[in-house]
């Protein structure tokens, strides 16, 4: 072949790859003056046409891995990365450090491992910090594409608390799902003071969920572990918040057991907020003889205006065994409710209410053992009351409309008062002063008035509502006007001049008569509307003396100081038993004796008093004090209070037609021993003889003056004792130099290695001793002591009880043992009523952590109190 030829054929080839060329070029030229369609991520966009669009893999990796370690090794063929001691990986947020780590490049696995001793065991972990979480592991596998992990014996810290778990699986950043995982908030476990918590709750699995405002463990069936040792504190599910917002959760029961009703589980429930005000949970008590008792409970709260609660418990007690004589049932309930208002909520209109309404055997069958543990099954009476209150800006006046409910647990009775208002005027000056300072009896007069508009009714409570208490109802309005004044006499005296004017009408008045068919004076109310008025004046003159008996210099005794303050008072008010005020009526009784009687006795608006009344009273106050040295006080002297108050009163009432002497009355109070030991008495005394019948047992008050008999005493002593009363503070750690630790128990040592350590006690003892006798022959006598208090044994186990004994019939009383354990993350208490009424123990655990203050109730806290401790 020629060259010629060769050329030729060369630059036909050359011209038409140019020729292609320039054709693609334009081609792609006009395509380009169109809005290119967007291609998918794994297609790059050249310049070549859509039709041969060229398709690469991304890469594995989105950001840059870096590594570092002691010693590196590259396996080119395997694509695989070895770091091995003090290995270091980053990649994006995660950083991993451990003894050994390897990176698959095929499998996009990275794979970490920590230290291990010569038989293989970790000691020292993985650690793995992400998004300033730190997680501790001994391996840990992460796969960078999916960006899903798997860790095993993972140490992961949520806030308060942390979580070991066997294995642990990564799905996301959001979602942790674990196996055989324990939990704990032992704060010594956390911060890797010890090495093993006081108490961890375990479960098979748990789930931690975690958003961008809080986190929460979900768990299956979850068992308290304390020391390590199982409990049979069980739960089949338990949703742990981590958050700074209510949530809800179960709440813990205490158990023990009763004599009467059996072994018991007290207090199980549930805890619900309900929105950002209110919040609800419901509390069972549980029997094994078929007892049980339901409490639900709302709270409700907003800031600055107003909080209350709403209780209720409805329960079935059943005692002894069906069939048998000493086998009964009993229904009981009891609803309550509290409401308090802010005081800057609204200055002028006030609202509050202390509702408790109880069954009539409600403390007799109470399933609810946190009543006699703080002894309200002993009450007697249950009170309710609901208040409003109305004040003005420019009138004197303030309005109160109220509606109360009393039960006497003894007469079976209810009193109710529905509706009671209240018109009272603030005191005002009756004459306007003419210098500006009030002087004289007429610029010192003050009056004080009011009106009082009350319902009352006192029924049985299953009559309650119904046609019979509607019946019995009484309506009542009062009005007091009360005028004083008050002047210096003399420099050293004040004289007192006061007036009383009382009127009222009712709607009910009485007819008394004897019926002598049942032998018996009946008391008929009659529906009509009736009032009355009254009035009466008194005056009295005070002074105040003081006296001061001196000793000799240096005697221990520098002074004795006596402040005595006399008064004398006059009291008139007329015989309103007078036909004239028809106020009275009389009637024939058993003995055919013509009786007074009032006709608005047994009434809501009281009676107006009888016979003539021109008493002189007096009385005399005494304060003793006296002044002793002292070393330890810095002015080098003590005041001892010998008595605070001792006053002696009486009166003689110049129109009586017999004993015009009044019973006299002798009251003392006073403090010992730095004013810890707190006394209080009283005496009264008859000035009458009284005279006894042969074998009677009640007697007759004579006109005999000058005999003076005991009528009453009483006496009460209050005397609170401590480990501080008898011995300064003592620091150990002065005194003892060898300190030693029992987990979280210090002690201090000394010399010979006893242990020392503060151990406080308190002891509070009450005594009441109290006498009456009247004219009967015999008096009655009520006498106890009381004592209760606490001791600690260790820094962290505490004693404390109360018990009262009967001097009179030598029984114990009510009797109450308490033991109490602060385990560091946790509380034990166990509190034990050995006799009485009700036998029963109660043993409860509570954790402590604020962050299981809504998932597992340690008390009934609520947000009412934010702050309670846990």
């Known amino acids: 072949m020629s060259l010629n030829y060769i050329e030729q054929k060369l630059a036909k080839t050359v011209l038409k790859n140019i ?67 003090n290995a270091q990986v980053k990649y994006q947020d995660m950083q991993i450090d451990a003894d050994y780590i390897s990176i698959d490049d095929n499998k996009n696995l990275i794979y970490a491992r920590g230290k291990q001793d010569s038989l293989g065991k970790i000691i020292e972990p993985v650690i793995t910090t992400q998004a300033g979480k730190k997680y501790e592991t001994n391996e840990f596998s992460y796969n960078t594409k999916t960006k899903q992990a798997i860790a095993f014996n993972a140490r992961t810290e949520e806030n308060e608390g942390v979580i070991t778990a066997q294995k642990t699986k990564k799905y996301n950043d959001s979602v942790f799902a674990m196996k055989n995982a324990d939990y704990t908030t032992d704060e010594y476990y956390i911060k890797k003071k010890d090495t093993a918590s006081d108490y961890f709750m375990r479960a098979s699995n748990i789930k931690l969920i975690k958003t961008k405002n809080k986190s929460q463990i979900v768990t299956g069936p979850i068992q308290m572990y304390i020391e390590k040792v199982p409990t049979p504190l069980i739960l089949p599910f338990a949703i742990l918040p981590f958050s700074d917002k209510r949530a809800a959760g179960i709440l813990i029961p205490s158990f023990g057991e009763r004599e009467d009703v059996g072994f018991f589980l007290n207090g199980l429930g549930y805890y619900q907020p309900i929105g950002e005000h209110f919040d609800l949970k419901v509390l069972a008590d549980i029997y094994t003889k078929g007892s049980w008792n339901i409490r639900p409970q709302m709270n409700y709260l907003k800031k600055y205006r107003y909080s209350g609660t709403f209780t209720a418990d409805v329960g079935t007690m059943i005692r002894g065994i069906k069939g048998l004589d000493d086998y009964n049932k009993n229904s009981t309930y009891r609803i309550a409710w509290t409401h308090t208002q802010d005081s800057k909520s609204n200055p002028f209109l006030t609202f509050s209410a202390s509702v408790d309404i109880v069954s009539t055997k409600f403390y007799n069958n109470n399933l609810n053992n946190n009543y006699i543990f703080n002894q309200n099954v002993l009450n007697t009476q249950q009170n309710s009351a609901v208040t409003v209150t109305k004040r003005f ?111 009222a009408l009712t709607t009910k008045t009485l007819k008394r008569y004897y019926d002598p068919i049942k032998t018996v004076d009946v008391d008929e109310v009659q529906k009509n509307v009736a009032g009355y008025s009254t009035f009466s004046t008194s005056a009295s003159l005070q002074t105040t003396l003081y006296g001061m008996l001196k000793f000799k210099k240096g005697a221990a005794v520098e002074a004795i100081r006596h402040m005595m303050t006399p008064s004398l008072s006059f009291t008139y008010s007329p015989d309103f038993s007078s036909p004239g005020f028809g106020y009275y009526r009389n009637y024939y009784n058993a003995e055919g004796a013509l009786t007074p009687y009032s006709i608005f006795d047994k009434g809501i608006v009281g009676s107006p008093s009888s016979g003539v009344v021109g008493a002189l009273g007096f009385n005399i106050g005494n304060n003793i004090e006296m002044k002793v040295k002292s070393k330890s006080d810095s002015t080098g002297v003590k005041k001892i209070k010998i008595f605070e108050s001792l006053s002696l009163s009486g009166n003689y009432n110049f129109a009586a037609k017999d004993h015009p002497w009044s019973v006299f ?147 114990l009383a009510y009797t109450r043992i308490g033991f109490s354990r602060d385990q560091r993350s946790f509380t034990i208490n166990f509190n034990w009523v050995p006799f009485g009424q009700y036998k029963v123990y109660d043993f409860f655990i509570g954790i402590k952590a604020n962050i299981l203050s809504d998932a597992l109730k340690y008390k009934d806290r609520s947000f009412t109190q934010p702050n309670a401790p846990f």
């Open 19 to 85: 020729l292609q060329i320039l054709i693609i070029l334009i081609f792609n030229n006009f395509l380009a003056q169109k809005t290119p369609e967007k291609l998918p991520k794994n297609v790059v966009n050249d310049t070549i046409s859509k039709k041969d669009t060229i398709v690469v893999k991304k890469e594995s990796l989105d950001d840059i891995l870096r590594t570092k370690a002691d010693d590196q090794r590259r396996d080119i063929p395997k694509k695989m990365t070895f770091l091995n001691k």
């Open 393 to 503: 800006l420019k009138l004197p006046i303030t309005i109160t409309g109220s509606a109360s409910y009393a039960q006497n647990f003894a007469t079976g009775l209810a009193d109710l008062r529905l509706p009671q208002m209240n018109v009272a005027i603030n005191q005002f000056y009756l004459f306007k002063s003419k210098t500006g300072v009030r002087q004289g009896l007429l610029e010192n007069i003050t009056v004080n008035t009011g009106f009082n508009l009350t319902n009352y009714v006192s029924t049985q409570e299953n009559e309650l509502f119904t046609k019979a208490m509607w019946d019995k109802m009484q309506t009542g309005l009062k009005n007091n006007i009360a005028l004083g004044t008050n002047t210096t006499v003399a420099k050293y005296f004040t004289f007192s001049l006061s007036a009383n004017i009382d009127n």
């Open 665 to 811: 009355s002798i009251n003392g109070q006073s403090s010992f021993f730095n004013n810890k030991l707190s006394v209080n008495t009283s005496l009264s005394l008859d000035p009458y003889r009284i005279d006894f019948a042969p074998g009677a047992t009640q007697g007759i008050r004579t006109e005999e003056f000058g005999h003076f008999s005991v009528q009453g005493f009483n006496v009460q002593l209050s005397y609170p004792l401590s480990s501080e009363i008898f011995g300064e503070k003592t620091d150990y750690a002065k005194k003892y130099p060898a300190k030693g630790e029992v987990r979280n128990e210090n002690y201090y040592f000394d010399d010979d290695n006893y242990a020392h350590f503060d151990q406080a006690w308190t002891l509070n003892i009450n005594a009441n001793y109290a006498y009456s006798k009247g004219t009967s022959l015999l008096g009655t006598k009520i006498a106890s002591v009381g004592l209760d208090g606490s001791i600690k044994l260790t820094p962290y186990w505490n004693i404390n009880g109360s018990t009262h004994f009967d001097l009179v019939t030598k029984d």
